[in-house]
């Protein structure tokens, strides 16, 4: 059974996903910028070389990558894509996206769109007439998301407007001489409720994490070892230039000891970076295995990521015999929001 726990921890609002009792998704606040956050920026000074521009927030730097026609002391609408490592600007994006839990509307990007994970035809029938009416005229675009399956009419029509009109009052406020924060980003229990799938259970009872098991399993996570199936245990430990990931094959000492517990790594590792809040560069200091076993691990990683969210770049081996991966920073590591 799939189980959403709303509560909070240590302040901050806090959200966890359980499914079967087992801890699959977490999300914490902070006191960082959210992402999702909308900002009518102003150009600050373009870094020669890196086709960037550092931009002035509410919140402080932030950096705007391939930048086209943008001069200093212009205006420019932006949205936060993950969260900056201390000491660093704000990463941001000037492709703004309006999403709720059915619609994503994209201003620069025209066209109705609908999930490819939604197959029926006429469902996708249903969905196009309910999207075109909704929307209305106008140049701006929207995508329906996997939720909208079986969704009643009125519930998704209702989150299409309100993202439509949402866009429109922020694209009509995107001209100014000043920076400014045009909409704050969603918290923890609006995500849960944006991007998660509809639970079994919904418990928003303080002290949920307790009595589901939440906050034992926090307690593991604080530890760097990571117990695999078939006796195996990995330790990932974040430095400040890239998390490492170490794997060894523990009692087993048969010849295929080493590719069971990279393959075991593999199907964990998701899960584990998104609990722990950890992106960046990630290696792997794999366990022995041969050579022709590689193609293995590459597609077991693969499989595994593929069901993940959070962008993640497979980048390969290294001449050592490490495997490298890059991800991007979407959440606030652990050891941060609960030192």
């Known amino acids: 059974m799939t189980t959403i726990a709303l509560d909070h921890l240590a302040g901050h609002e806090a959200a966890a996903l359980l499914v079967g009792g087992r801890l699959e998704d977490l999300l914490i606040d902070s006191d960082r910028p959210r992402p999702g956050t909308i900002y ?16 002035r927030t509410p919140d402080g730097s932030a950096f705007l990558r391939q930048v086209r026609g943008l001069a200093p002391g212009q205006a420019v609408l932006v949205q936060i894509t993950g969260h900056a490592e201390p000491g660093k600007a704000i990463p941001v994006t000037a492709r703004v996206l309006f999403k709720s839990r059915f619609a994503i509307v994209t201003p620069d990007a025209p066209g109705l769109n609908i999930s490819r994970a ?12 309910i999207a075109r009416e909704a929307m209305g005229e106008g140049a701006m675009g ?20 309100a993202m439509r009109d949402l866009a429109r009052a922020v694209l009509a406020d995107a001209d100014g001489r000043s920076p400014e924060k045009l909409v704050e ?40 070892q990571v117990r695999l199936s078939g006796g195996a245990v990995a330790y990932i430990e974040p ?29 964990e590792l998701p899960r584990q970076l998104r609990l722990r809040g950890l992106g960046g560069q990630i290696v792997l200091d794999l366990a022995p295995m041969p050579r022709k ?7 077991a990683l693969r499989a595994a990521f593929r069901r993940d969210e959070i962008e993640t770049v497979l980048a390969g081996w290294t001449p050592l015999g490490h495997f490298e991966l890059q991800r991007k920073r979407a959440r606030v590591p652990l050891t941060e929001a609960l030192p």
Do not use: Y
């Open 40 to 55: 009518r920026a102003i150009a600050d000074r373009p870094v020669k070389g890196q086709g960037g521009m550092f931009l």
């Open 118 to 129: 939604i197959k029926d035809e006429e469902e996708r029938l249903r969905l196009h007439e």
């Open 142 to 161: 929207l995508i329906l998301r996997s939720a909208c399956e079986a969704a009643p009419d009125e519930a998704i029509a209702e989150d299409i407007r």
């Open 185 to 224: 980003g969603d918290g923890p229990h609006a995500l849960a409720w944006r991007d998660w799938p509809e639970p079994g259970e919904m418990v928003e009872a303080a002290g949920s994490f307790a009595t589901l098991g939440v906050l034992d399993a926090l307690d593991a996570l604080r530890a760097p």
């Open 239 to 267: 430095t400040r230039a890239l998390v490492a990931v170490d794997v060894n094959t523990g009692t087993d000492t048969s010849p295929a000891a080493g590719l069971k517990a990279n393959i075991a790594l593999a199907r």
């Open 293 to 299: 076993d590689r193609r293995v691990f590459e597609d």
